[in-house]
């Protein structure tokens, strides 16, 4: 009887042994997932689930704003942004790229799909903590396609994960014209800075 009861006994350990190795398999799988939806092998910096949003948004805002530039369609800044001064500069910046398309008769040429990739995604602490984003566009439309990088600033303001910054380095993009080529994106308070914002005008 006690032979019987002993085995019993290390049989259920080893079961529920077993359930936690599958668990922490499918842990570790869906982490891959993730990685691999993110566009990147090891998920070393993705322990944070913040940092899944805060890569949902960039892709999102980054795939719209494709759109919006090239097929006219809307962006609604207020969804990925806070900060007034950023709103505005973000609008300048759609309106200033679809109608130079549209005036070189480009915009016949839509944006059917934009793929997204994440070359990097940082979280850093110090004064302010915030998530740097690299992120890589192909953006596929009826006739051929292009590439661009762009990199993003994310915080959480008021208890909502925002885009604070966004920067395309691409050759003569918008940004690399108005506010300067080979910028460091570092500062998620920048669009705070008023006399920096008032060199953009």
């Not at 940092?51 to 097929?71: P, T, V």
Request: hydrophobic share 35%; charged share 30%.
């Amino acid at each position: 009887m006690v032979r019987a009861y002993l085995m019993l006994l290390f049989i259920t350990i080893l079961m529920i042994s077993g359930c936690e190795q599958t668990d922490h398999r499918m842990d570790q799988e869906n982490e891959r997932r993730t990685a691999a939806k993110m566009g990147i092998g090891d998920p070393v910096n993705l322990s944070n689930l913040d940092s899944q949003k805060a890569y949902e948004l960039c892709a999102d805002a980054l795939s719209e704003y494709y759109k919006a530039i090239w097929n006219g369609l809307e962006l609604d800044v207020g969804r990925y942004m806070d900060n007034q001064n950023f709103q505005r500069y973000t609008e300048k910046k759609i309106k200033s790229q679809y109608n130079l398309f549209r005036k070189n008769n480009l915009t016949y040429n839509q944006v059917k799909d934009v793929k997204i990739d994440a070359e990097k995604v940082d979280y850093l602490e110090g004064e302010q903590r915030f998530y740097y984003l690299k992120l890589n566009a192909r953006i596929i439309k009826d006739v051929g396609e292009y590439a661009e990088p762009t990199e993003f600033l994310v915080q959480d303001v008021r208890g909502r994960v925002v885009i604070v910054d966004w920067y395309t380095s691409g050759k003569d993009s918008y940004d690399s014209i108005m506010r300067g080529e080979n910028q460091v994106i570092d500062n998620p308070a920048i669009w705070e800075n008023s006399d920096w914002v008032g060199k953009l005008k």
